[in-house]
């Protein structure tokens, strides 16, 4: 596709459902980014894939996340036991390299509520 | 560790106005690059300009522009002659070279509402 893609774009989840979000990246794009962005906050750090690999998973805020990029392309971020605290958007980004350097390109995210 | 602070936390203009949006941040690297990126009410993210440290040069496309001041580990964005599509939140972030993760480090985001 065109750019980033998220899906779903909404979720609502009872407290202690487990639920997973889909991010397709840009073709080609070799990094992929999680970011959490809380209701009126900056978006903030969860996960980074360079292909395969996750690279950096220290911004994940307990075991209860976990995400996954198992061919390089799509990816999973799943939340088991969710609890009201993880209510909030999601977002996917993919940059072309892993360089600081290289802008990110954002999905439109999926806003999670729990109830 | 890095930071970004964007004080202003709402600003109102009315159209026509120029307005500029604050952005400092902290960092020990020598080597970082500066973001600013636009969240209109659709929510994704929109990329607008990356700096890098080296270059202090100030950036103009449109009515935008950029400022950037090593000396005050400033980032300000100013938009000329605003419109009313230009409401929105606004995002400063901050990547450093040396990281890893390549993560970008975000601002509190400053909310624009440009009035007709």
């Known amino acids: 596709g065109a750019g980033v893609s998220q899906s779903p774009r909404y979720k609502v989840a009872k407290r202690g459902q487990d639920v997973a979000l889909r991010c397709d990246p840009i073709s080609g794009h070799v990094s992929l980014f999680w970011y959490q962005q809380a209701l009126g906050q900056g978006p903030e750090f969860l996960t980074y894939f360079q292909n395969e690999a996750q690279l950096d998973k220290s911004g994940l805020p307990s075991d209860r996340f976990f995400a996954e990029r198992p061919e390089g392309s799509v990816s999973t971020l799943k939340i088991q036991r969710t609890q009201q605290e993880d209510s909030a958007v999601y977002l996917c980004?993919?940059?072309?390299?892993?360089?600081?350097?290289?802008?990110?390109?954002f999905g439109p995210g999926t806003r999670l509520t729990v109830l | 560790a890095q930071k970004v602070t964007q004080a202003q936390t709402e600003i109102s203009v009315v159209e026509k106005e120029d307005v500029t949006l604050d952005c400092v941040y902290e960092?020990?690297?020598?080597?970082?690059?500066l973001f600013w990126y636009k969240q209109p009410p659709s929510g994704e993210l929109v990329f607008l300009i990356r700096r890098n440290s080296f270059d202090e040069q100030n950036e103009i496309s449109g009515r935008y522009s950029w400022n950037f001041q090593k000396s005050t580990s400033s980032f300000n964005f100013t938009i000329t002659a605003s419109q009313v599509v230009d409401s929105a939140v606004y995002f400063c972030a901050l990547s450093e070279d040396n990281n890893a993760g390549n993560m970008l480090t975000f601002g509190g985001g400053t909310r624009l509402m440009v009035k007709p």
């Open positions: 980004a993919s940059s072309v390299a892993g360089s600081s350097y290289n802008e990110q390109f």
């Open positions: 960092t020990r690297d020598t080597t970082y690059y």
